[in-house]
């Protein structure tokens, strides 16, 4: 049949410049007579009328039957014009970046490296590999939360196909695939934080677990690379990976992931000539590590059983990157409804893209109901309560939030403490409340707000019949409309009474993660109850080991603006799975106002607070404190954010942000001395741009 439809497409070819096959039998000048007498003028209906006569010479019994049928067949010549699609304009804007790119990409490769604006700076290592630095110290790299590369060992026969591949880190090409089975595969049990049954999932090996998040979005390779230049290798350089989605302590019970970076550091010390490590943490990686240092020398089962001095032996220096000591807010609001401020602007520009259940998506919930499986998110809940994040009518940053609208990028080599520009707030702002529901409750005084006590209105949680919904996909499902609005009742929340609304409306996941992790103040770090793994990556409840020769290092962007404080509404959707609060993203401030969208922000590195990341250095551990007995020697290092001067910078290098920073040449800088033997005070000591000093002296805390 094939062959006939092509014999058909050829006899009705518009416009007709040529008959339709002729027989066989004719020969070559008869063909050419028959043309000329016959010229493909004819009407359709005669040209088909010849065409059937000729075939049915051939074969008859064949092709009558198929040609009647044709032949009563209306043929139209023009094509109606396609109707214009949304795709095809989504495919045509994606076909333009891609053009766009590969154009400046030959440019880029073309033309010659003088030619302005197209110079690569020197990579920091090559510099000072001319200056010198050697490779000194091993290294030891701690990645963060989400950073780190997790592959498929086990799983249900939805994953069939995927032994030893990426679920996350890399292309993420299975959340596309296999929505719903890659989240059953990422999550884990939500009473035991572990596997679920059927399901393994490890943390990838080497450096490779970590150098790059997804492909061309670089994490640790950058400064792996420039360590490299100065002589470092896999036998004086290691990735300690870790599952960043445990709490700390299950890391070690079910991986031995403390265990075994115990042993790697007491190995690079031996093969590198009884050289101490510089360990160099990330953002959850720097508590992780804080977890190990008291773990490490706690005896067994429940510690390493270094012994005091296994610290001041091995360890030479902490650089810690863009640490989240003193946790962030933005954990709160992934906590409570998912979100933080880009999604609450996505929620709001177009509500059906994550809302809609018409489509099946209901996006948050799904977030939710895997995030909330994670113990490691409960590490990063703010710390310290009130002493430290502030009440409900003072905050340490209040008074000294910096002009984040139009912020200077000065910079001094020296100490630049008097750079700082403050900006006049004609609204107040009370950061201390963490959570508000409605603008009003976020800005009046304590006096004019309806003050109760948080423990007594969120005590009784009236559940509500989860089968009406189906499968629980939240802890929201299983509350019922009254509890939810006894949440609202409660105006304005702090970081104390924030753990009462967290166990309020996510009561399993805080009575799992409250085994593993403790959010207050040690008012006698000598009781015993600390010598718990709960209260070891709090640095206001544990002590600093014992090495009063080691250094620690805080080492942050600033000048970023970051969210510090949220502004809440009830959802107006009161269906079944969905989550019953969102940010109120219509909420604004005026022409000087720090709130935008709903959030409040401070000064940061746009995930941390310059609160959270700077405190213990600046003033919480420096000289010899309660939490710093032996005196450990601590250096403030921040870094001024400066976006890329031109496209071919890619995500700068100046960066400040959380993850950008680990491009920034100034820090890379800083982490190759201090592996090639240099000290803080050779460095220059504290390097400080925003206002941490003043926010330390505001922070009324026994020292």
């Known amino acids: ?101 590969w154009l400046l990409l030959f440019l880029f490769n073309c033309l010659p490296s003088t030619f302005p604006g197209f110079q690569i700076p020197e990579a920091p290592g090559v510099r000072l590999k001319h200056e010198g630095l050697t490779a000194l110290h091993p290294v030891v790299l701690v990645p963060g939360i989400v950073t780190g590369g997790l592959e498929l060992w086990e799983g249900r026969p939805c994953a069939d196909g995927l032994f030893r591949k990426r679920l996350w880190g890399g292309s993420f090409t299975e959340i596309f695939k296999r929505p719903l089975c890659w989240l059953e595969h990422i999550s884990l049990h939500n009473e035991t934080g572990l596997d679920p049954p059927g399901i393994r999932v490890r943390p990838v090996t080497g450096l490779a677990a970590a150098d790059y998040f997804a492909p061309g979005y670089f994490v640790w390779a ?22 960043w989605r445990l709490s700390f302590q299950n890391t070690e019970m079910r991986d031995q992931a403390l265990s075994r970076l115990k042993s790697k550091i007491e190995l ?38 270094g012994g005091s001095d296994w610290c001041a032996k091995h360890i030479k220096a902490i650089m810690n990157i863009a640490p989240a000591f003193l946790g962030v807010p933005k954990a709160v609001s992934n906590l409570f409804s998912a979100e933080g401020k880009d999604v609450a602007y996505v929620r709001a520009l177009a509500p059906g893209i994550l809302d809609s259940e018409i489509l099946g998506l209901q996006t948050l919930e799904h977030v939710m109901r895997v995030s909330r499986s994670w113990d490691s998110i409960m590490s990063l809940v703010p710390k310290g309560g009130e002493t430290i994040w502030g009440d409900l009518d003072s905050s340490p940053e209040e008074g000294l939030t910096r002009d984040l609208a139009k912020k200077t990028s000065r910079q001094n080599d020296g100490n630049s403490t008097d750079l700082r520009r403050t900006v006049q707030i004609k609204e107040p702002v009370k ?30 949680r009236v559940s509500t019949d989860s089968n009406a919904c189906g499968d629980v996909w939240t802890e929201y499902d299983e509350m019922s409309r009254e509890s939810i609005q006894k949440v609202t009742e409660i105006k304005a929340y702090t970081a104390s009474t924030l753990l009462d609304l967290l166990r309020f409306v996510a009561p399993k996941t805080m009575q799992r993660a409250e085994a593993h992790f403790s959010h207050g103040i040690a008012d006698d770090l000598d009781d015993p109850k600390y010598g718990h793994y709960k209260y070891w990556s709090n640095p206001l409840e544990t002590k ?56 409040h922000y401070v000064d940061g590195d746009e995930s941390v607070p310059v609160l959270s990341a700077g405190y213990m250095c600046a003033k919480g551990w420096k000289g010899k404190t309660r939490f710093n007995p032996s005196g450990i020697a601590t250096y403030t290092r921040e870094y001024q954010h400066k976006a890329p001067a031109s496209f071919f910078e890619g995500r700068g290098l100046e960066s400040g942000r959380h993850v950008d920073i680990m491009g920034n040449v100034a820090l890379i800088e800083d982490v190759l001395r201090v592996a090639a033997g240099a000290t803080g005070t050779e460095m220059g000591g504290d390097r400080i741009y925003s206002d941490i000093l003043r926010m330390s002296q505001k922070i009324n805390l026994q020292l």
């Open 1 to 101: 049949m094939a062959w006939v439809l092509r014999f058909r497409k050829l006899c009705y070819v518009e416009p007709t410049t040529v008959n339709c096959f002729q027989s066989s039998s004719v020969d070559h000048h008869q063909q050419q007579q028959q043309k000329q007498q016959q010229p493909c003028s004819d009407t359709k209906l005669e040209k088909l009328n010849k065409c059937e006569k000729v075939i049915t010479n051939n074969s008859a019994s064949i092709l009558s039957g198929p040609l009647e049928t044709i032949s009563k067949k209306k043929y139209t010549t023009k094509r109606e014009p396609r109707e214009w699609r949304c795709m095809d304009s989504c495919c045509r804007m994606i076909g333009y970046v891609f053009t766009t790119w």
């Open 222 to 243: 950058v400064l792996i690379e420039n360590l490299a230049k100065i002589g470092y290798e896999g036998k004086n350089m290691h990735m300690a990976a870790y599952d």
């Open 268 to 305: 690079m010390y031996v093969i590198n000539g009884n050289k101490k490590v510089v360990v160099v943490p990330h953002s959850m990686g720097v508590i992780y590590f804080q977890h190990f240092l008291k773990w490490v020398e706690t005896p067994p089962p429940m510690g390493g059983g």
């Open 431 to 460: 950061y201390g409340r963490i959570i508000s529901f409605g603008k009003e409750a976020s800005q009046l005084p304590s006096s004019q707000l309806s003050i109760r006590d948080s423990k007594e209105v969120l005590r009784h």
């Open 544 to 599: 600093l080991p014992d090495a009063p020769d080691m250094e620690i290092f805080c080492m942050y962007g600033v000048g970023i603006p970051t969210e510090r404080s949220y502004i809440y509404k009830q959802s107006p959707t009161v269906k079944c799975k969905s989550i019953p609060f969102r940010i109120d993203s219509s909420v604004d401030g005026n022409e000087d106002s720090t709130l935008t969208g709903g959030v």
